[in-house]
């Protein structure tokens, strides 16, 4: 009986570009980058982005919240969500290289009490009963290593993200890539979530549109969430107040 070829993962490895480190899958494309001196700060626009979904939780109970992401990249989110805020935090990712990787050259600490990486594929194991309606906040970053786009965007795989989330919980997707459709993606997410779930920013210079997913459609209104911006600020240095300018309910096209 013929055995299953064993997976062939892109080669990683990392470059240096000034004070920062970028982590590659064997192409030019930046999976993810890292401060050298600042190992918990987020490098990249869009990457401060995938955290916007604190403007719709209480900021105070924030640390309590239980963090997933599906993809490590350089581990930014999973090292920034575990140590700099304090939450239960998950990240899945299908590559062990990758993981080597982020401990190796990215300052991701072994996993702990708060922390764990689970090596398997997103798909599936977003579908392990542990995790339905366990998960706060869902950061989807799920690319190759040509970046085209992402490896997982179809209305079942949204509905399954869905499904992880609790009744306030949010998603928060990066939708990147030469040949992806952001009105294809965000209709997929559309028929998961519903059309009155979305948000989104404008894409970032570097073309990176992040687009957010309430598991229950809510609006706080622009006052409350200035003042949770300016909480979230305050607690963790990032630019909230520019989210509440930049993030508008999505208007689906017929």
């Given at each position: 009986m013929a055995q299953n070829a064993p997976i062939q993962h892109p080669e990683v490895n990392f470059s240096e570009e000034g004070p920062i480190r970028?982590?590659?899958?064997?192409?030019?494309?930046?999976?993810?980058?890292?401060y050298l001196d600042d190992p918990l700060r987020l490098v990249h626009e869009y990457i401060q982005r995938m955290m916007a979904w604190m403007l719709f939780m209480?900021?105070?109970g924030i640390?309590?919240?239980?963090?997933?992401?599906?993809?490590?990249?350089?581990?930014?989110?999973?090292?920034?969500?575990?140590?700099?805020?304090?939450?239960?935090?998950?990240?899945?990712?299908?590559n062990p290289q990758v993981l080597q990787a982020?401990?190796?050259?990215?300052?991701?600490?072994?996993?702990?009490?708060?922390?764990?990486?689970?090596?398997?594929?997103?798909a599936l194991e977003i579908r392990q009963p542990q995790w339905l309606g366990a998960i706060d906040a869902l950061q989807v970053d799920l690319y190759d290593d040509e970046a085209a786009a992402p490896?997982?965007?179809?209305?079942?795989?949204?509905a399954d993200c869905r499904n992880l989330l609790t009744p306030d919980g949010c998603m928060t997707v990066n939708l990147f890539g030469r040949s992806?459709?952001?009105?294809?993606?965000?209709?997929?997410?559309?028929?998961?979530?519903?059309?009155?779930?979305?948000?989104?920013?404008?894409?970032?210079?570097e073309g990176n549109t992040v687009v957010l997913a309430q598991r229950t459609p809510v609006n706080p209104g622009r006052a409350l969430m200035l003042e949770r911006a300016d909480a979230i600020q305050r607690a963790w240095g990032l630019p909230a107040a520019k989210w509440v300018r930049g993030l508008t309910p999505v208007a689906l096209r017929s």
């Open positions: 970028h982590l590659h899958l064997g192409s030019i494309w930046v999976q993810g980058s890292m209480d900021p105070a640390p309590r919240r239980q963090a997933m992401q599906l993809g490590l990249g350089a581990g930014s989110l999973t090292k920034f969500c575990s140590q700099s805020v304090g939450m239960q935090t998950t990240a899945i990712e299908h982020c401990r190796g050259w990215f300052k991701l600490p072994t996993d702990n009490a708060r922390m764990r990486v689970v090596l398997a594929d997103a490896v997982l965007d179809s209305p079942e795989f949204y992806s459709s952001f009105d294809q993606s965000v209709a997929k997410m559309a028929a998961a979530f519903g059309p009155d779930a979305l948000w989104a920013f404008k894409p970032t210079r």
